[in-house]
């Protein structure tokens, strides 16, 4: 099964013209560069390419041949206005009816989602609701992926350029544990997409050594290789969207493999993620719907993980919008680690991180600033670890 890509991609009419150039330019050279790594590893990629504007399309389908994708590419032209809930409801569809997991010597890799805007979401309610909606999307793919019936949560990076909404695309990638980058120009996405293909050429290459591809250091060294030099904040957000893309094989891996496509009955329309109204100082702004009772129920998330098997990461994350006496709103988001020391004891970390939505970011001074860790302004966070004998 090969590893599962969706370009979503915005072409509202604020791309037309050079922008529109730009990106088609980025994604042929993205396309160029997953078939390189096919032919470098053996590690083949589908691609799949969702555009929006007014309404959004699957232009084509999860595939691995590079010749139909670079055709959907020059196919796209930019109108309209700019409908990213409804891109990223058509991203999920496609996963669900032929995404799969990559699995490669004994780690296995979720899809992913680059999502390309250079604007804010609109839609019929306004662009404040149309901005909770796609915080309730992203919710379906992040900690709430188990009620929309994914296998595995999915990673979205987020690259924005022009007018488009910093804040928002920092809390995609916060609740999705993918990264963000904010490009100066258009002519930089090219450099974005190509190092989005060489962190899976580095998962590739070190697919059978979990120490190095949990390295940061070994991650900067195979760049500069190549005659990448990133800067230490991208590297970061390179980083965290590759561990989020790993699941490590556990010993029961067999019995609880989900295969490449859900039940018949698991919803995967928009009806089953909506923004619901604040109803109270702790209750989310931004939450799924449960699925009807006539359909698969969905599962719950597990209150406490279990230990993992030893050298294994279980991950959690739980994310809620809340208001403070004084009126203003902020995310909280509450991250947890689990994983087992080699003497058998386990180590729990802890992350609370608090985001107000109300602040506006501080302009990067760097040419392109990336990583859902680098906060344009430091959130609040406390951080807690404790050890299980």
Same mark, same amino acid.
């Given at each position: ?35 390189? !790594? ?9 691609? &799949? ?7 959004? +399309? ?12 670079? +055709? ?8 309209? @206005? ?8 058509? %991203? ?43 915080? /309730?999307?992203?919710? &379906? ?9 994914? *296998?595995? *949560? ?41 190092? =989005? $293909? ?9 697919? %059978? ?5 949990? #390295? ?13 030099? $990133? ?23 067999? %019995? ?9 009955? !698991?919803? !995967? ?6 923004? /619901? ?6 209750? #989310? #702004? ?12 969905? =599962?719950?998330? *597990? ?11 279980? +991950? @959690?994350?739980? $994310? ?6 004084? &009126?203003? =709103? ?15 004891? $386990?180590?729990?970390?802890? +992350? ?11 302009? *990067? ?8 860790? =680098?906060?344009?302004?430091?959130? /609040? ?9």
């Amino acid at each position: 099964m090969p590893l599962d890509t969706i370009l979503l991609l915005d072409t509202s009419g604020s791309m037309a013209g050079r922008g529109l150039r730009e990106l088609k330019r980025a994604a042929h050279a993205f396309l160029e560069g997953v078939e390189e !790594t096919a032919r470098q590893t053996g590690l083949k990629e589908n691609v &799949g390419i969702v555009e929006f504007n007014t309404k959004a +399309r699957i232009v084509q389908s999860l595939t691995n041949d590079y010749r139909k994708c670079l +055709r959907a590419i020059d196919s796209l032209s930019c109108s309209g @206005q700019t409908a990213m809930f409804d891109g990223l409801m058509a %991203s999920l569809q496609e996963i669900m009816e032929n995404g799969g997991i990559l699995r490669i010597s004994g780690i296995a890799m979720t899809p992913r989602i680059i999502l390309m805007t250079d604007g804010n979401p609109s839609g019929s309610a306004g662009e404040d609701e149309a901005k909770k909606k796609v915080l /309730a999307a992203a919710l &379906g793919f992040g900690p709430k992926w188990q009620e929309v019936g994914l *296998p595995h *949560p999915v990673p979205i990076a987020c690259v924005g350029c022009g007018e488009c909404d910093v804040v928002l695309l920092q809390l995609i990638a916060k609740i999705t544990n993918g990264m963000y980058a904010i490009v100066d120009n258009v002519e930089e996405l090219s450099t974005f997409f190509k190092r =989005q $293909v060489l962190i899976i050429r580095f998962a590739a290459k070190f697919a %059978s050594d979990l120490e190095r591809l949990r #390295s940061q250091v070994a991650l900067a060294a195979f760049l500069e290789e190549l005659g990448e030099a $990133v800067e230490e904040a991208e590297l970061a957000a390179l980083q965290q969207l590759l561990l989020a893309m790993l699941v490590v094989a556990m010993a029961d891996d067999d %019995s609880s493999e989900h295969g490449s496509t859900p039940s018949a009955t !698991t919803p !995967t329309t928009r009806h089953a993620i909506e923004a /619901a109204p604040t109803r109270g100082p702790q209750q #989310s #702004s931004t939450a799924l719907v449960p699925a009807p009772a006539s359909r698969a129920p969905a =599962q719950r998330q *597990p209150t406490s993980p279990a230990a993992p098997s030893p050298g294994a990461v279980l +991950r @959690q994350q739980e $994310v809620r919008q809340v208001r403070s006496a004084d &009126g203003s =709103q902020a995310v909280v988001v509450r991250q947890q680690e689990v994983s087992r020391q080699p003497d058998g004891r $386990v180590m729990v970390a802890e +992350r609370v991180m608090v985001v107000r939505a109300r602040e506006e970011p501080t302009p *990067p001074a760097s040419r392109m600033v990336a990583g859902a860790r =680098q906060e344009p302004t430091p959130p /609040a966070s406390r951080d807690r670890k404790c050890i299980i004998q």
